[in-house]
């Protein structure tokens, strides 16, 4: 029952690198999301897709790209790092779009010095 | 003023004791309601999940909305040392529309 798995688990970057942060869900999901966590703000969402082939964004997309690669994968790339990404980032599945629970990994906690 | 308002604690309550975790909402057009809690480390689950106003019991757990004061809350009975987490709220007006998170609220359930 693996669920959703993020890798790697954690990350120390320098400003201006890149890093590709993975996600994959085994339960068939048509929905996946990327979020992050930091003190204070909650959950916010990064950038969605529907399904497979679609991806859009959320509320906090600046500095970040997706790939839904097939159905289970769904990556999330920082371009150019900054010390503002860092940060806790969760990524999720649901069934279909906006469905409840969603189903989340145990996270990437990135640092970004 | 934020969407969602969650008092983030921390609240510390002895082994057995009932536990109210609370949040307040500005957005009238939400009706879906969610209570996900988070362990250290981990990813958030869900916890509970009501449509409008109402009770919804599960086990220990009681999820209450109102929305005439625009207030949730959960009740944890018969509180547990593993009841300690950060619980969630979370929210929705339902469709396509984005789920709005709370801050969370960080239990400590001492033995």
């Known amino acids: 029952n693996a669920g959703v798995t993020q890798t790697p688990k954690f990350q120390v970057l320098k400003t201006g690198q890149s890093m590709t942060l993975q996600c994959a869900q085994d339960m068939n999901h048509n929905s996946m999301y990327w979020y992050r966590q930091d003190p204070g703000m909650g959950l916010r969402l990064i950038y969605y897709s529907a399904s497979e082939g679609t991806t859009d964004k959320g509320e906090v997309p600046n500095g970040y790209n997706v790939s839904r690669l097939n159905k289970r994968e769904f990556s999330l790339r920082l371009e150019s790092a900054a010390p503002s990404q860092t940060s806790v980032y969760f990524c999720?599945?649901?069934?279909?779009?906006?469905?409840?629970?969603?189903?989340f990994g145990d996270g990437t906690r990135l640092s970004i010095l | 003023q934020k969407e969602v308002e969650q008092d983030p604690g921390p609240l510390s309550v002895p082994e057995g004791a009932i536990v109210s975790l609370n949040c307040t909402y500005s957005?009238?057009?939400?009706?879906?309601f969610m209570w996900y809690r988070q362990y250290s480390r981990k990813g958030p689950e869900l916890l509970m999940y009501t449509y409008s106003s109402g009770n919804k019991e599960d086990g220990r757990f009681t999820a209450q909305v109102d929305k005439s004061s625009k207030y949730i809350s959960l009740f944890i009975r018969d509180s547990q040392p593993s009841d300690s987490a950060t619980y969630l709220c979370a929210m929705s007006a339902g469709g396509y529309q984005k789920v709005t998170f709370g801050t969370g609220t960080k239990l400590q359930v001492i033995p």
């Open positions: 999720a599945s649901s069934e279909r779009l906006r469905d409840q629970p969603q189903h």
């Open positions: 957005n009238s057009a939400f009706q879906y």
